[in-house]
């Protein structure tokens, strides 16, 4: 199980570079060369909602990425409106402009435009199902994972020497 286990963790993280190329390629096709892949992807995800902070940075959007930089970021270049709660001022909703809604339109057009492709590497609906629930397991074994307890003073390994 080790060396499956190690190849899916391997994958998982080649996956997610090259996808975050891709988009970083169709923003460049968009000539929105002001945006990163991070903050394209939460134009993306906001599109047609009204979001705190808060709801971007627990949904994930920002995929590892500092989420009060990069919305100062998309606020500074016109990709969205900041909206300061009355009751608390530190709360913040956030919706897209109408800049940030034509992004996070192409790249509907253009993740659109990769599922098709899927459907000419013959991968059909029911395999990508079955990856996504496998996905979700691994999901939801990490997310219960704990680390082991490591004793105080670990004993120091030795090491077999060939003769």
């Known amino acids: 199980m080790m060396p499956q286990y190690l190849e899916t963790i391997g994958l998982i993280g080649r996956l997610h570079k090259l996808f975050l190329e891709l ?3 169709e923003l460049a096709a968009m000539n929105a060369h002001d945006l990163t892949n991070a903050q394209g992807l939460i134009l993306y995800y906001l599109e047609g909602e009204q ?4 709801d971007v940075m627990h949904r994930g959007y920002y995929l590892g990425s500092n989420v009060t930089y990069n919305l100062r970021k998309l606020a500074d270049n016109g990709y969205i409106d900041i909206e300061k709660a009355d009751h608390d001022r530190r709360c913040i909703r956030i919706q897209l402009t109408e ?3 034509e992004v996070a339109r192409n ?3 253009a993740f659109a435009r990769h599922a098709d492709g899927l459907r000419d590497m013959t991968l059909t609906p029911g395999e990508l199902d079955a990856s996504v629930r496998h996905w979700r397991q691994l999901e939801r074994f990490w997310s219960t ?3 082991a307890e490591v004793p105080d003073q670990a004993a120091p ?4 020497r060939a003769a």
Request: glycine share 4%.
């Open 23 to 25: 988009v970083n390629d």
């Open 51 to 54: 979001l705190t902070a808060t």
């Open 99 to 101: 800049r940030g809604q």
């Open 107 to 109: 790249l509907e057009a």
């Open 145 to 147: 994972l704990r680390p």
């Open 157 to 160: 390994r030795q090491r077999s």
